[in-house]
């Protein structure tokens, strides 16, 4: 590692809990951040600050108008321009910190993908995985991998003015030990019914950030679980350091049933009228050539191109722009059937 100017960060160097060996630490750390919608925003943007050496950002959305009420590492021109939101983040990060290598992944992460994107030898394992996620079957697929991989995860959700936030580790008990399995669909309110109260979700980010550090400085890390209501002012803990359970399926029995189930074809993405669809495993950079085809979409619509993705909005689809990656993944803005989203994928870009 290069020298690094360490006076940059002699406010949090001064803390007992961090000093100049603490910080050293950092800039030799790696954290992964799985979504960089609301919590993931945060939770990156503070990380970098405090000098994490190496930050992996993994999000499989792009940045729309909605997203500035609340996602803070974004501005009007990448809403416009409809940049991957990893992306987004990657450039804005950079500016703000130099002494911090971020990895971009505009990616779904799926059963089919997850340990060769996060445990990418080139980049190195990552000490910490933190959740910027919008859903509890991509949460418990991390859960999966980190118990697994015996990597501490950061768990977290925010849906209208409440959220909540807990750190699993091999030490205590996981995820599944405190929620067997993911709620019912329709069950739960979601940031789309409920909305999200941007101070909430900044509140809940900072203490995921907060909880990072402390792994990573080597610092106690309490075994429990936070609770807030930004509106009404409450502030709930609940310990788990007793919540182990002792037939778990994953920590205890080791079945990783999400880690190792199979991938969807479709899913609605949460707040906006879109669907994405993967209807083949993803993984294989390089399948598909954008450039051609943006070519053969010429007379079908109205087509434009970046270095990550080819966009049409097609003549016959009132309303709808198609946008696919080069993994073969599409997002379908104008939807929100997965049935209807994944024909549409059919006709423009194939079976």
């Known amino acids: 590692m290069e020298q690094t100017d360490l006076s940059k960060y002699a406010r949090q160097t001064v803390l007992p809990g961090i000093g100049i060996e603490g910080q050293r630490r950092l800039l030799a750390s790696h954290a992964a951040i799985i ?14 600050r405090a000098g994490v050496g190496r930050l992996t950002i993994l999000d499989r959305d792009l940045v729309e108008p909605g997203n500035l009420q609340r996602q ?15 992306e987004a983040a990657l ?17 779904d992460l799926r059963p089919s993908n997850a340990e060769a994107l996060l445990f990418d030898d080139k980049f190195g394992r990552p000490e ?3 959740d910027g996620t919008d859903n509890f079957e991509t949460r418990f697929l991390l859960n999966d991998l980190c118990v697994k991989h015996a990597v501490p995860y950061v768990y977290a959700g925010v849906v209208g003015t409440r959220a909540m936030r807990a750190v699993f580790r091999a030490q205590g008990c996981c995820l599944r030990c405190v929620f067997d399995r993911p709620p ?17 979700a ?36 609940v310990d788990l350091s007793r919540s182990r359970d002792p037939d778990c399926p994953c920590c205890a029995q080791r079945r990783f049933e999400f880690l190792e189930g199979p991938d969807p074809e479709a899913a609605a993405l949460c707040g906006r009228n879109a669907v994405q669809v993967m209807p083949g495993p993803q993984g294989t950079p390089g ?32 309303g709808v722009t198609v946008s696919v990656f080069r993994d073969g993944r599409a997002v379908i803005e104008g939807v929100e ?3 209807r989203a994944r024909a549409i994928y059919a006709r423009y870009v194939g079976a």
Request: charged letters at 25%; proline letters at 4%; a negative charge.
């Open 287 to 318: 399948r598909l050539d954008l450039e051609s085809l943006a070519g053969s979409w010429r007379t079908v619509g109205t087509v434009s191109r970046s270095a990550f993705m080819v966009r049409v909005e097609p003549y016959e689809q009132a």
């Open 72 to 86: 803070v590492l974004f501005d009007r021109a990448d809403a416009e321009a409809r940049l991957p939101k990893a």
């Open 35 to 48: 979504g960089c919608g609301t919590l993931g925003c945060v939770i990156a943007d503070q990380l970098c």
């Open 337 to 339: 059937d997965p049935s």
């Open 202 to 237: 900044a509140m809940i980010g900072a203490m995921q950030a907060a909880e990072a550090i402390k792994l990573l400085v080597g610092a106690e890390v309490a075994m429990d679980l936070v609770e807030i209501d930004a509106w009404g002012g409450l502030l709930r803990r």
């Open 91 to 107: 450039e804005r990060l950079g500016e703000i910190n130099s002494d911090v290598r971020v990895r971009a992944l505009v990616a």
């Open 128 to 130: 910490v995985i933190l």
């Open 184 to 200: 019912a669909p329709g069950s739960q309110p979601t940031c789309e019914t409920a909305g999200v109260l941007a101070p909430a």
